[in-house]
């Protein structure tokens, strides 16, 4: 079993390391669902961890159907974490329709070589999942991060059960979203997955009352180390 925490900061990314996971996925901006890290944040956490490292590409929130200025963004940032040695990248490129773009991805992923990819959880916006993993495995991602179409991972078990048992190892179902200590066993009892993704985030309030005084989420060590106990 191997765990990935999505961290949201350098900080969080060490706090993942002590806890005892054996990769992240590198982001800023958890509270919107995670976009691509400064520059700064992915040089320091390869020069401060020893796990794998990958980084999400993201340039935007609101959904995965990029410009082509966004996406010249996305392949400078790959261009980026290659130059420096991270392990890989997570991203995913929709069309209009909300369906896989075969051309744009496979020009990332060819980019992105010799590092590994993810996609990412754009693939719970397809209608026909079972199409979109083979096209998925088609154009050499090395794995899918999905909740199973649902909110939850918890709540798309069934058929994260049913894509585990189609991929046949050819590609690594990865589920995340809502996975924690407390339901994580029975989680990979049914669906028979080998890889988790959690953020085992905690809330940070501020300690100061200012106009920017916002919470925040950071990673939990303790948590890390509860899921590592049941994995």
């Known amino acids: 079993m191997l765990l990935e925490i999505c961290a949201s900061s350098l900080q969080s990314a060490i706090n993942a390391q002590k806890g005892g996971a054996k990769r992240i996925e590198l982001c800023c901006n958890l509270e919107q669902g995670g976009l691509t890290p400064s520059y700064g944040t992915i040089k320091l956490a390869r020069a401060t961890l020893s796990i794998e490292i990958f980084v999400l590409i993201r340039p935007r929130v609101g959904g995965f159907n990029y410009t082509e200025l966004e996406l010249a963004q996305m392949r400078a940032d790959i261009l980026f974490c290659k130059s420096i040695g991270i392990d890989g990248i997570v991203f995913g490129v929709l069309d209009e329709q909300n369906e896989i773009d075969m051309d744009r991805n496979e020009q990332l992923v060819k980019l992105a070589t010799p590092m590994k990819t993810t996609f990412h959880r754009a ?66 009892v049914f669906t028979k997955t080998k890889e988790i993704h959690a953020s085992a985030k905690k809330t940070i309030l501020p300690t100061t009352n200012s106009l920017f005084s916002t919470p925040y989420f950071e990673t939990d060590v303790k948590e890390v180390q509860r899921l590592i106990a049941n994995l």
Do not use: M, Y
């Open 123 to 188: 693939f719970d916006c397809l209608k026909n999942p079972t199409q979109g993993l083979e096209q998925i495995i088609d154009l050499g991602f090395d794995r899918i991060l999905t909740s199973g179409l649902e909110p939850t991972a918890i709540e798309g078990k069934f058929l994260l059960k049913e894509l585990i048992e189609q991929a046949q190892n050819r590609i690594t179902i990865l589920p995340g979203s809502g996975l924690n200590s407390q339901n994580v066993s029975d989680f990979i």
